[in-house]
Structures are given as structure tokens and as C-alpha cells.
């Protein structure tokens, strides 16, 4: 027989799965585009620590928020999180060369803008979590399938990736900039239709 904890660890890895595989989840897959659009299966180890950077981020913020330690409105969150994409976006569109210089910014940028995202997540799963006695299961279950399924994601992006450069001998530099561009116009829109004032 499974255990209460194991079973809870796994009804909260769904929850965080689909927290960023569901269709409307657009903001969180947009900035793992922003994110993963500079990088190719070559860099896959770079990607895995932007990625858990991300994801460090984020678990900070929703331990504090959901200990109750921090709270956000709901509608700041709402719109900062197309800020965070806007921004990574613009950050690529300034890279002429991939080197390892120019393309570190990306994990501060994951880790600092994992906060902001780890708010929007807080907010939708606070309540759950805090009337919950296996919090730790909870937390880890959430982040767990919050990781899981933004590589998931980032597999799907460097799948493409790889297409467009393999078979349609599309340019490193074009088709970063084709990525970046979407998830900026796609970001901005979002943005200007949240602003919270």
C-alpha cells in the first residue's frame, strides 16, 4: 500500500506538472522560451542549471508565501510575470555572439525572475498547501513536477531547434532572434492588457 506522503508528493507533482504544461500557462511556457531560445542540445547542461535556477527561484518565494511570511496582489504578479519575458526577450536580442560571457545574464535572470513566477504560482496553490499537515511532501511534489515539466518544455523547444538548424539550415543567430521576437510581441501584449493601474 502506498503511503500518505508518497501519494501526497505525487497529487502535488501533478499540480505542478500541469501548472506548466496546461494550455493556459502561456506565460510561464513563454519564459521558458525566452529562456531556452539562445541555447541548442549542444548546451544542454547549460540549460538544466538555467532551468533549476529557475526553479530555485520560484520555490523560495512560494515557501515564504505560503508560511505566510510574504504576500503579493494578485494583479501586480499578473503583470510583472510578461515584464520578466519582455525583458529576458530584449536581453537576447542584444547577443551577436554566444559565448559564455554574454549568455550569463540568463541565470540571473532565471533565478531572480524565478521569484516573480514563484508569486503567481504561490498564489494559485497557497491555500491547499496551508491547510495541508505534509507540507514539506507538498512543496517538494510541486516543485518537483513544476522542474519536470519545464523540461519538458525546453525538450519540445531544443526539438525544434534542432529541426529548423538540421533540416532547414536555418541560422543560429535568425532563429534565436524568430524565438526572441515572438515571445516578446506575445509578452508585451500580455502585459499592456494586465497593467494593474
Known amino acids: 500500500m502506498v503511503s500518505q506522503s508518497l501519494q501526497d508528493f505525487f497529487f502535488y507533482f501533478k499540480i505542478g506538472w500541469h501548472h506548466i504544461i496546461r ?22 547542461k547549460k540549460i538544466l542549471i538555467l532551468v533549476t535556477a529557475f526553479t ?3 520555490s523560495l518565494t512560494l515557501i515564504l508565501s505560503v508560511l505566510d511570511v510574504i504576500r503579493f496582489s494578485g494583479k501586480w504578479v499578473e503583470f510583472l510575470i510578461p515584464c520578466t519575458i519582455v525583458i529576458t526577450a530584449l536581453n537576447n ?8 560571457k554574454n549568455v550569463r545574464i540568463n541565470y540571473y535572470l532565471a533565478l531572480s525572475f524565478g521569484l ?19 507540507i514539506g511532501w507538498g512543496l517538494f511534489g510541486f516543485n518537483t513536477g513544476l522542474e519536470t515539466g519545464q523540461i519538458f518544455v525546453v525538450a519540445i523547444i531544443l526539438t525544434i531547434t534542432a529541426i529548423a538548424f538540421n533540416v532547414f539550415k536555418v541560422r543560429r543567430r535568425d532563429w534565436m532572434f524568430f524565438l526572441s521576437s515572438g515571445a516578446f510581441a506575445l509578452s508585451l501584449k500580455m502585459a499592456l492588457e494586465r497593467i494593474p493601474f
Do not use: E, K, V
Open 23 to 44: 494550455a493556459d500557462a502561456l506565460d510561464h511556457q513563454l519564459f521558458i522560451l525566452a529562456l531556452a531560445a539562445i541555447y541548442t542540445y549542444r548546451d544542454i
Open 56 to 58: 530555485i527561484g520560484h
Open 93 to 100: 536580442l542584444r547577443i551577436r555572439d554566444f559565448n559564455a
Open 116 to 134: 516573480i513566477h514563484g508569486m503567481g504560482f504561490a498564489n494559485s496553490i497557497r491555500i491547499i498547501l496551508a491547510h495541508d499537515q505534509t
